[in-house]
């Protein structure tokens, strides 16, 4: 009898053994849970790294598929929608002494400030600063940037409260300009989007760059046809004198 006796397990025993138990259950159900939330972390960053891949690849077609840099804007604006409500987008580059820029091209909205292209702004505050330092320049309220330059000023009070990015349009051998890329009121940029915005801006400055060159051989071959035409009219006259 003693010995059937000494076989049970004390009462207190057998409760710190359940707990025991119970809290390893409980572990493991915390473990899953923690493991299942890592996964679906993980799948969230997989899934935005895709979007912005696939925005990216979207973006190329855009830009290798457009005649123009403002069509190239407006197809850079239209796969940007998917991710950012943009207001607008305007691209400045650099003039001749490289004191000012000027308003090439844009794609805005229809209630946007109509700024004309050939506007020009000077090279001073934040314009200055993405030329410089070649980064993004968030301001979070344009109108204030915009004060500071005089063809600029009087459209600032349309603008109040709307936030904008600066980037740089550079390649590898010269610095265009920057891209102004402007959101509604009261909208903010995510850190994708502005990772996503960069990007983009490399493929406005190989389209821009593209762009000048075959402007640059457009204007090439116009002056080769309009030597032609002059030697083919003074050969004619050398010819009516002979006779």
């Known amino acids: 009898r003693r010995a059937k006796f000494s076989s049970i397990a004390p009462a207190g025993d057998r409760y710190h053994s359940g707990m025991g138990q119970q809290a390893e259950r409980v572990n493991l159900d915390m473990g899953s849970v923690c493991d299942a939330s890592a996964i679906g972390v993980k799948k969230q960053a997989m899934t935005s ?8 690849l979207d973006a190329s077609t ?52 109509s700024i004309k292209a050939g506007t020009r702004i000077l090279r001073i505050g934040a314009v200055a600063q993405v030329l410089e330092e070649q980064k993004p320049v968030f301001l979070p309220d344009v109108s204030q940037e915009m004060s500071k330059h005089p063809e600029l000023a009087a459209f600032a009070p349309e603008v109040v409260g709307r936030s904008t ?15 102004s890329l402007t959101k509604l009121q009261g909208q903010e940029f995510s850190p994708e989007e502005v990772e996503l915005m960069g990007s983009l801006a490399s493929h406005v400055a190989v389209a821009l760059e593209c762009a000048l060159a075959r402007d640059a051989a457009d204007l090439y071959q116009r002056q080769v046809a309009k030597e032609r035409d002059r030697l083919k009219l003074d050969m004619a006259w050398g010819l009516s004198d002979r006779y």
Do not use: C, I, W
């Open 49 to 56: 790294a895709e979007e912005r891949y696939r925005t990216l």
């Open 62 to 113: 855009a830009v290798a598929d457009q005649p123009t840099v403002k069509a190239v804007l407006r197809s850079l604006r239209g796969v940007l929608s998917s991710t950012s409500n943009l207001h607008g987008a305007e691209l400045y580059v650099l003039g001749d002494t490289a004191e000012s820029l000027q308003v090439l091209a844009f794609d805005r909205d229809p209630d946007a400030p």
């Open 165 to 179: 990015y600066l980037f740089p349009v550079s390649t590898a051998q010269k610095r265009y300009g920057l891209l």
